[in-house]
């Protein structure tokens, strides 16, 4: 059974820092490229950041460059989002994604996690 559930969501001053946890079950999370999006209300799911399965290379969203860091721990099957100088624009329901085409039959495996809540306020 695949699960993805985050964790470390929450209400944070402007200026603030949070760190996502996104655990991984019931497939090989090696595998997976895996990444973070958001959707705030009324608005539309974006991506925020993302991180290779192979080499951990990562890319950003530009309006969380130099702010957020996505990383992953293959032995702890997580991928993490750390957040740092938020702002209240950030506020938004954060997905943990986890994706995977089998070449062999191009096949694409695709995860998400049920979302936890981020506030950005004063």
């Known amino acids: 059974q695949v699960q993805l559930v985050e964790s470390g969501g929450g209400s944070v001053q402007p200026g603030g820092s949070l760190r996502l946890s996104c655990a991984a079950s019931?497939?090989?999370?090696?595998?997976?490229?895996m990444s973070w999006h958001r959707q705030a209300p009324g608005k539309e799911r974006e991506l925020v950041a993302a991180i290779t399965s192979v080499g951990g290379h990562t890319n950003y969203r530009d309006s969380v460059k130099g702010r957020f860091t996505i990383s992953r721990d293959n032995a702890k099957n997580t991928v993490y989002l750390q957040m740092n100088s938020l702002k209240p624009e950030d506020t938004a329901v954060y997905y943990c994604n986890a994706r995977w085409k089998q070449l062999a039959t191009m096949i694409q495996y695709d995860y998400w996690g049920q979302g936890t809540q981020v506030t950005v306020s004063s």
């Open positions: 019931g497939f090989t999370f090696s595998n997976y490229a």
